[in-house]
């Protein structure tokens, strides 16, 4: 088990934890630049209490290097009277990603990006997960806010050359990715903290970027 590399990029990060399990990667496979033809990448399935449906949508980046997941409705909340369920929110997405043939690609990098209100004592935390159906091999990190803050964060976290976990070659395998947000009510719990990624507000999108291999 390996630490990815950890970028605080905001002000107030108390800690930051993000682990890789992974195996070695392919053989079979090759370095390449992003592939020329079409990439698209569909939601299948969406499921939690983060998005619920129609909520969350996705989109390629240009030159096929990365693409975006935009949610809607995906915030957590604590104090001033909301509810215990509120302080908890997750969404897993199962996402079919149609590549080129003859290339495979792993997620070199991601970022993430929302919102937050925390009231003094309050704490947040923004977690994800993701994996290829039918591995076991899981991508994860996690990253926490304390209160007293109030604006919009940020975190990244990248995984070494050598940690890389690629779509086997030639196989269709769904995307997953669990994302989750969690806060903690304030010293003063009539006032209301939360944490989102919601694209009501502007910039509000996680990034996935890709790298990609030529299979032989």
């Not at 630490?3 to 390449?32: C, H, T, Y």
């Not at 079409?38 to 909520?55: I, M």
């Not at 996705?58 to 215990?84: H, I, K, M, Q």
């Not at 806010?145 to 976290?157: C, I, K, Q, S, V």
Request: aromatic share 10%; with cysteine.
């Amino acid at each position: 088990m390996r630490a990815l590399r950890k970028f605080p990029l905001l002000a107030g990060v108390v800690s930051l934890a993000a682990v890789m399990l992974a195996g070695p990667a392919q053989a079979d496979a090759v370095p390449a630049d992003a592939p020329g033809g079409k990439v698209t990448v569909e939601v299948a399935t969406v499921n939690g209490s983060g998005c619920p449906q129609g909520t969350a949508s996705v989109a390629v980046g240009p030159g096929n290097t990365s693409f975006t997941v935009v949610y809607s409705r995906f915030l957590a909340e604590a104090g001033g009277g909301a509810d215990a369920v509120d302080s908890r929110k997750n969404c897993q997405i199962n996402l079919e990603v149609n590549i080129p043939s003859g290339y495979t690609y792993a997620i070199a990098k991601a970022e993430y990006r929302g919102f937050g209100h925390l009231e003094r004592g309050a704490t947040g935390l923004q977690q994800a997960s993701y994996y290829f159906t039918g591995s076991s091999q899981t991508t994860s990190s996690a990253h926490e806010l304390e209160g007293p803050y109030n604006g919009t964060w940020r975190f990244a976290d990248q995984a070494a050359v050598d940690e890389l976990v690629y779509k086997p070659c030639g196989e269709q395998r769904n995307f997953n990715i669990n994302a989750e947000l969690r806060v903690g009510a304030g010293d003063d719990a009539a006032l209301t903290s939360f944490m989102a990624m919601d694209s009501t507000k502007a910039s509000i999108e996680t990034v996935y970027h890709f790298a990609w291999k030529r299979c032989t």
